[in-house]
Structures are given as C-alpha cells and as structure tokens.
C-alpha cells in the first residue's frame, strides 16, 4: 500500500469555524489531491497539487484552500464551515500526472453542525 | 471537462454469476481510462486501466473491461463472481492535458447474494 495517511479520520465541527484536514505522503510523489465524495455523487475534485506550492483549482473548490510548503504535505483548508461541506474527504497522490495511478488515503470524514 | 456516465447505480447479482457493470464517458479525445473499487470505509483502490495499446485490459481480482473508442465506453466484466466483490465501483477518465485529474462516474455498488 502507497503510504499516505490522513488527520484526522473523524472531525465534527460548528458552522462557521475554520478547519484543516491534513495529508502526508511518504511516496515523494509530485503531485497530490483533494477529492470529496458525497453519495450520488462520486469523488469531485477539489484542489490539486502539481509540486511545492504549486496548486489548483477542481471543480468544487468554492470554500476551499489548499497549501503545499513540503513535498509530503497537502493541507485542505475550510474556511469557515458550512453544512454543505459534510462528506468524506480522500486525499490522492501520483508519481506522475498523465495516465499515472492515483493512490488513496483512507478518508477523513468531517461533520458539521 | 469530461462527464462520465455509470448507466446503474446498484447492480445486484447471484454468486458464481456473470456482471458487467457499465461506463460510458464524453470526449473523444485522447484519454485515460481506470476502475476502482471501495470496500466499506475504505479509501479507493486501483482494479484495472487503460492507457494505450489492446483495448482489452485485465486487472486484479478477476476484472477486466474493454475499452471502445467508437461508442466511448469501458464497460467492466467478471466472468463469476465472489461474495467478496460486494463493494462500490467507480470509472474514471483523466484528459491527456489536465495534470492528471480525474473525472469520476456517480459509483455502481454491486451487491453479490449467495
């Protein structure tokens, strides 16, 4: 298994505060993902990462940021919480972008009330 | 971006029974194909994937699909299957040009009874 581990696993948090989800590889691969998985919906991609401090935005990013200082760290940032924002979060990494396999971490899953 | 299609959200079929479950993607271009599978509270797991060369591709546990340009699919097969392939199953595309990222289909959770 590609070693990537998440922190939290579990979070319940309040409307409106910020919270930062965390996820470390021990891969040094490049690139690396955020991705939230809703039921009907599948995974949606939040952010990405392409190499240090390099990132972008997916298709559901609105309310989101993301950080990369260290090649092993991609940090998921929410602002200021919403309710909307309960789902299971996966983290994914690649050693390559195009035609790479993603590898996943085993989710965090993040309440809010 | 590329909108992928799971024709059938649960799939329920007998054990030693055959199973296609079903993807259809939207572009034509050149692109990436894979299936992964999620056990219960697990993260995803790579089953198989297309990058170029036979269109048919095999993988782990048994699985393998078919790539089809021309009707732009990647219908995933298994000739019999076990009690421990009740799981959900996701296709996903990725665009030569996008860094990667993927697109995935809304999930197909196949449920095998004895």
């Known amino acids: 298994d590609a070693g990537i581990t998440q922190s939290p696993r579990h979070k319940v948090t309040e409307t409106g505060t910020p919270v930062t989800l965390r996820c470390h590889q021990t891969?040094?691969?490049?690139?690396m993902y955020w991705y939230r998985q809703d039921p009907g919906h599948g995974l949606r991609l939040i952010h990405y990462?392409?190499?240090?401090?390099?990132?972008d935005k997916g298709e559901v990013s609105d309310g989101y940021s993301v950080s990369r200082s260290k090649t092993e760290d991609f940090l998921l940032t929410l602002e200021s919480a919403t309710s909307s924002q309960t789902s299971v979060y996966f983290c994914?990494?690649?050693?390559?972008?195009?035609?790479?396999?993603?590898?996943f971490g085993p989710g965090t899953r993040l309440l809010v009330l | 971006a590329q909108s992928v299609t799971q024709l059938d959200s649960q799939v329920p079929v007998f054990e030693e029974a055959p199973v296609e479950l079903r993807c259809n993607y939207s572009?034509?271009?050149?692109?990436?194909l894979f299936w992964y599978v999620q056990y219960p509270n697990q993260g995803l797991q790579l089953l198989l994937k297309?990058?170029?060369?036979?269109?048919l591709v095999k993988g782990i546990n048994g699985f393998e699909a078919e790539f089809n340009k021309s009707q732009t699919s990647f219908h995933l097969r298994k000739p019999s299957v076990h009690i421990s392939d009740t799981a959900e199953y996701f296709c996903?595309?990725?665009?030569?040009?996008?860094?990667?990222?993927?697109?995935f289909g809304r999930g197909t959770q196949l449920t095998v009874w004895p």
């Open positions: 990462s392409y190499g240090v401090k390099d990132t």
């Open positions: 994914a990494i690649s050693a390559n972008g195009q035609g790479e396999t993603q590898y």
């Open positions: 891969e040094n691969h490049r690139y």
């Open positions: 297309y990058l170029s060369g036979s269109t």
């Open positions: 996903a595309v990725s665009e030569g040009s996008t860094l990667g990222r993927l697109y």
């Open positions: 572009s034509s271009v050149s692109v990436y």
